[in-house]
């Protein structure tokens, strides 16, 4: 150590972080563009990667099946992980829930031939039942006290009533269309699920920071989600209806153009799906030189 270096303890440690995201499957698009708007963005990205780098030299991305990551994250394999609320629950390890990122969203179902004279979970005592989720079958089961052999199964589940392996499925529906094109009815629901960011609970204390930073990152581009952004110029003596027209997000901000004593520019936030009409009525209004932009984040 050179006499002029600080000693190593009073230095602020530098912390990584490692997210555990799937490396397949119908969620993986979804959170990799979510990645990507926040900012964080994914380095040297190959197929075959397991572990890849970050913009942030001080965060890195492991691949994993979405069932292994809530044990790679209680773990601390991996200090944060993103997959199903589902495979939480399942695995049933002690994560944080930090943030629901709002799609992946599905019901766990149970359920039975069209044709099947078994209507209610407690019919299905002695009955067999397969599923993916044996651990959340079992449970449901359990605490409903009745006592159905469970057929666990590693996919296509809802074919297995018609092959005559089992009378019943707990399965995932979404749209519902597998069921129907099975021939299977819904006669409960077991768990509501979506995509979650999850988080070691001791990382959330030892890395706080760090964590906090990518939380509000992924957290501005949900925020940003469904809002887009309103610029326009306004002859001052409109300005009243103009305010009443956007409410907007604490209302609109307003500010004077350099050019015109007369008028001022309104930049506002409002939801997407009522552009279309607020534009009508902006314009109605007197406002001029309306500009609609796509907002990426938005940090509250
Ligand atoms: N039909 C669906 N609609 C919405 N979310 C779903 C659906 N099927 C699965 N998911 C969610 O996707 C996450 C990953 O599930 P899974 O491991 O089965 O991968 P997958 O995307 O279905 O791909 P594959 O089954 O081909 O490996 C789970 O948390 C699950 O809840
Ligand atoms: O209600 P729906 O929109 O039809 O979605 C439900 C289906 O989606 C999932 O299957 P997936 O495609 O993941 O295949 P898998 O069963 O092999 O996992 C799930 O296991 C259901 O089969
Ligand atoms: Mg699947």
Do not use: W
């Amino acid at each position: 150590m050179t006499k002029n270096s600080s000693p190593i303890s009073d230095r602020t440690p530098v912390f990584h972080v490692r997210i555990a995201i799937p490396n397949k499957g119908r969620i993986s698009v979804p959170i990799r563009e979510l990645i990507e708007k926040s900012g964080l963005g994914i380095i040297d990205n190959g197929d075959r990667t397991l572990i890849a780098r970050t913009r942030d030299q001080h965060v890195e991305i492991l691949y994993a099946r979405p069932i292994d990551i809530p044990e790679y994250v209680a773990s601390g394999v991996a200090d944060l992980g993103i997959t199903g609320h589902d495979m939480v629950v399942e695995r049933g390890s002690a994560v944080t829930e930090l943030l629901n990122l709002g799609f992946g969203s599905a019901s766990v179902v149970l359920a039975v031939p069209e044709n099947s004279n078994l209507n209610s979970p407690k019919d299905l005592n002695g009955k067999r039942v397969s599923t993916e989720f044996p651990a959340i079958t079992r449970k449901y089961f359990k605490k409903a006290g009745i006592i159905p052999i469970i057929v666990p199964v590693g996919g296509a589940c809802e074919a297995t009533p018609s092959l005559g392996i089992s009378d019943a499925i707990v399965d995932i529906s979404s749209s519902g269309s597998t069921l129907r094109q099975n021939h299977l009815k819904i006669i409960d629901t077991v768990l509501e699920t979506s995509t979650y960011l999850i988080a070691n609970p001791r990382s959330c204390i030892d890395k706080k920071e760090k964590i906090d930073e990518i939380h509000l990152a992924l957290e501005s581009v949900l925020n940003a989600r469904g809002k887009c952004y309103l610029m326009m110029n306004v002859i001052r003596s409109s300005l009243d209806d103009i305010r009443t027209i956007i409410p907007g997000m604490g209302g609109p901000t307003i500010m004077d153009v350099a050019s015109s004593a007369d008028m001022v520019a309104v930049h506002a936030v409002v939801d997407e799906e009522k552009v279309y009409q607020l534009i009508n009525r902006l314009k109605q209004a007197g406002a001029r030189d309306i500009l609609v932009m796509n907002i990426e984040r938005l940090i509250r």
